[in-house]
């Protein structure tokens, strides 16, 4: 199993793909942030310019990746068919 599980799609997480360039993930609970850049990288083909975690209340780790400039968060929404 890889260190990314599923991407998260609430209002809240689709309207900072827009605003801020970000994507939302639930990610395993060892993951640290150089593996979940490390992975979303090689699996998207995109730039990562900063990932921040945060343990949920369901004892999940999620983590907002934000992306480079050049990148759009938008394109890989559609590719996981959020939006």
Same mark, same amino acid.
């Given at each position: 199993m890889g260190v990314l599980m599923y991407p998260?799609? /609430?209002?809240?997480?689709i309207s900072k793909i827009d605003?801020?360039?970000?994507i939302e993930y639930i990610v395993a609970l060892s993951? /640290?942030?150089?593996?979940i850049k490390g992975e979303f990288e090689k699996l998207f083909g995109v730039k990562v310019d900063g990932v921040r975690v945060m343990n949920t209340f369901q004892n999940r780790k999620k983590a907002v990746i934000k992306l480079a400039k050049d990148f759009k968060a938008s394109d890989i929404a559609v590719k996981l068919k959020l939006v």
């Open positions: 998260i799609g /609430t209002e809240k997480a605003r801020n360039n970000e993951a /640290t942030k150089e593996a």
